[in-house]
């Protein structure tokens, strides 16, 4: 039973500290669209997400009334394109990606998640084709979120795919270079990418998942920052508890919202993604949090060990608050999106290389960093690289979402507003990379990964 207190606290949270449902997002298979005819495949995908998708922003408005929940975005997530269309004309995934924009339009989504392959072992003539399409793809459609998962730990890494996709992201940010290259903030690389991660742009609906499912993706960075500032100066342990009571009330929000939903969508509940997700806002900040555990600022030395502290606590509050959690679930660093996370790169108290190592022990990975618009296709494999063996190796999801802004250098800023949030443009290893990059072939993978 709620007590006076327990109401006062939630309702404190919601109107001062920032806390907020980030993400209803509908998962939607489209295994039954599948086949080869572009305009017959077009047709059943876009009378099928609308049909599914026709209620699901009135329901998330009408439990953000009832409940004085924001829910920031309501999304659409389904099965990674190259299953779907079976084509060897970059053309017709071109236009199956103008379907799909065309319905989240129609439904009224923020994003739609999905055009997507995953060659983490290979490349089927359809997923090079797509992978070649992207660029195109993402830069005449507004609402399309794409993915490419290139590598797992069962699997290794496939390198020809990792050097393929830095090509893609320079091309993407030419093709959108009126847009400062937004079109790279649509387009995420993974390693051990999941099947159910409600948020953009790496979303998209598995294989192993229904028809359709509601994921919801929490997020409280705020909220968690103002605990903590009553525990100042209390040791480690204090600290972890107090994370974890916080990440509790949170993720039970998250499942009040996906329960309600599900039930008037008619819709399984899939899962409660945990993951702190911070915006561009000052107090809603997943480096604020680490700062308050006693850091200057983020990015100096202790700043991984913190990270994995609140990362860790995130998990276990919220695996007692949900008996379905999935998703990503941790604390995501994306630069542009994290007014804390701006700062420090701005007085280069954080690093390219730093965000690096906290991504050994963050939720996900690189997220949203800029970096100069002339920086090698290669250059750009070569960090994709490094983060997928930092995924394959700890068995853990990694991405690189990157943005070569062009025309920008060291020191320039980028703007894409709204969540996105403004990125500085942050250096680069100026040290070659491209021999390494153009060996191809495949990382084969570790030793720990034989465990069948």
Known sequence: MLNQHDI??????????????????????????AGDNVDEVCEKVYNKITNAARD???????????YGIPIINKRISVTPASMVLQSNNPKDYVKLAKTLDKAA??????????????????????EETLISAIPEAL???????????????????????????????????????DTQGFGCAKLVVFCNSVED?????????????????????????GVVKCALEKVK???????????????????????????????????????????????????????????????????????????????????????MASSFVGGLSGAFIPVSEDAGMIEAARSGALSLDKLEAMTCVCSVGLDMICIPGDTPAETIAAIIADEAAIGMINQKTTAVRIIPAPGKVVGDTVDFGGLLGTGPVMPVNDKASTEFIRRGGRIPAPVHSFKN
């Open 8 to 33: 006062l606290e939630t309702i404190k949270m919601l109107s001062e500290e920032h806390l907020d449902i980030r993400t209803v997002t509908m998962g939607i298979s489209l295994l039954s669209c």
């Open 56 to 66: 699901l922003v009135s329901v998330a408005e009408e439990i953000s009334v009832k």
């Open 105 to 126: 339009i129609a439904t009224g989504v923020n994003f739609i998640g999905g055009f997507s392959a995953l060659v983490h072992k290979g490349m089927t003539k359809s």
């Open 139 to 177: 830069a005449v459609t507004e609402r399309v979120c794409s993915s490419v998962n290139v590598g797992t730990t069962k699997a290794g890494i496939n390198m020809d795919a990792v050097k393929k996709m830095g090509e893609i992201i320079k091309e993407t940010a030419e093709m959108t270079k």
């Open 197 to 221: 991660n409600p948020f953009m742009a790496g979303a998209y609906h598995g294989v192993g998942e229904a028809e359709t499912v509601i994921n919801v993706g929490v997020s409280g960075p």
């Open 233 to 319: 100066g209390e040791d480690f342990e204090v600290v972890a508890e107090t994370i974890k009571k916080t990440a509790f009330k949170i993720t039970r929000m998250g499942q009040l919202v996906a329960r309600e939903a599900s039930e008037r969508l008619g819709v399984p509940f899939g899962i409660v993604d945990l993951s702190l997700a911070p915006t561009p806002a000052v107090g809603d900040s997943v480096a604020y949090i680490l700062e308050e555990m006693g850091l200057e600022q983020c990015g100096t030395h202790g700043t991984t060990a913190a990270l994995a502290l609140l990362n860790d606590a995130v998990k276990k509050g919220g695996i």
